[in-house]
């Protein structure tokens, strides 16, 4: 079978997850995933994605690649959350009436989990989305900006970034300045600028690619970078490849094309396959594993659902990311592994604490 060509139950029985609900909508023709990946350290909790997939088959493949990502970040973080991501794989863009009787109906469906998962928002879904849901589910965690507090990751996710991309260059390099490297960012949105704004401020060169070329000219301004063409993001040399738009951009054609000594970005899921945590080790790159280095917003929004609303403390939290990837690269390098090995058992040990 080709991938991509699984059904339904070909996609269940592979998953090692507690469950899913996979609800048909018939109003809007929109089909509606949520995946409960792990439960051990807490309710399952993460975003809610709304995407026009070519086949309702990929919708559910991301809700439980990315159910079984937040097990392993909530536990990389140690919060007290477990692994789930909810999907609405709708037939075309959805507005007004339509969207609103989706969410409703898909708060409705979140009220029969009883707690069994809780969300907010993710790619395709807006802070009013959350309020939408909000308004006939109590399972709505974090509506962004409620109570005075911050309304988007994006910059939390960009400063654990930068953390974790200031510890990949002590590993490397003995020191961890910014001063003299030179960062590519591959996607300037919500995480990519600000971790942009980062790197400039500390002393780095900065390289931007975006499909939105507009958009990565003016930030190139703004910064004092130059632009890469999106064909040449991957044979580009840089010290530092910090990919925050797309999973899967690596892998078996683009790892030998790279010139760098670190990959370090935001994006989810950005190995296409195992092998290429192998494939990048062997070449002498040092990998950020996703889940960790873009744990920023996770971390903080799950703070906040616990009570933390002081920004500095917040950041603090943040910026130990930095600490959690020198431990794994330093485990990685002890063991001549990739730092993906160290990173999952550091994740097994806490489940396993968890279980206990
Ligand atoms: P975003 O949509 O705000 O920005 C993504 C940017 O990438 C856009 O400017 C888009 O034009 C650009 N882009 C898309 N395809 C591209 C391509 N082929 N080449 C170059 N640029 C391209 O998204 P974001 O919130 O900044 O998130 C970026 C990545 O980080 C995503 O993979 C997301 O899942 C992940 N992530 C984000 C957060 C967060 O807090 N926002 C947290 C964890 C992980």
């Not at 980062?198 to 900065?206: E, I, K, Q």
Request: aromatic share 6%.
């Amino acid at each position: 079978m080709a991938f991509g060509d699984e059904s339904f139950l070909d996609l269940i029985a592979a998953w090692d997850g507690a469950g899913v609900v996979v609800h048909f909508d018939q109003p809007t023709g929109s089909w509606i995933f949520i995946a409960i990946h792990d439960a051990t350290l807490g309710p399952a909790t993460g975003g809610t994605r709304m995407k026009v997939y070519s086949r309702p088959e990929e919708g559910l493949r991301d809700a439980l690649r990315l159910a079984s990502g937040m097990t392993a970040k909530w536990a990389s973080v140690d919060l007290p959350f477990g692994g789930g991501k909810a999907v609405l794989a709708t037939p075309g863009p959805l507005e007004g009436r339509e969207r609103q009787g989706l969410l409703r109906r898909y708060g409705a469906l979140l009220n029969t989990l009883d707690g069994a998962f809780g969300t907010g928002e993710d790619f395709g879904t807006t802070p009013d989305d959350m309020l939408e849901i909000a308004s006939v589910s109590g399972h709505v965690v974090q509506v962004h900006g409620s109570a005075g507090g911050p309304s988007d990751p994006g910059p939390f996710t960009a400063l654990g970034v930068f953390a974790g991309m200031r510890a990949a260059l002590e590993q490397v390099h003995g020191q961890s300045s910014l001063d003299g490297r030179t960062v590519l960012i591959q996607g300037v949105g919500d995480v990519g600028a600000p971790l942009a704004r980062l790197v400039s401020n500390a002393g780095g060169s900065v390289l931007l690619c975006d499909i939105d070329s507009d958009l990565a000219f003016a930030l190139s301004v703004e910064f004092g970078g130059s632009v890469v063409k999106p064909e040449n993001v991957y044979r580009t040399p840089c010290d530092v490849f910090a990919p925050c738009a797309l999973g899967a951009i690596l892998n078996g054609s683009t790892i030998p094309l790279l010139q760098c000594r670190v990959v370090a970005g935001s994006a989810n899921n950005q190995l296409e396959t195992d092998q290429d945590a192998e494939r990048l080790h062997e070449r002498g790159i040092l990998y950020a594993p996703d889940y960790v280095i873009n744990s920023g917003g996770a971390l903080a929004f799950g703070l906040i659902q616990l009570g933390a609303h002081d920004v500095e403390v917040l950041e603090t939290r943040v910026k130990g990311i930095g600490g959690m990837l020198a431990e794994i690269f330093a485990d990685a390098l002890v063991h001549d592994v990739s730092p993906v090995h160290s990173a999952r058992r550091r994740v097994e040990r806490v489940l396993a604490k968890g279980r206990g």
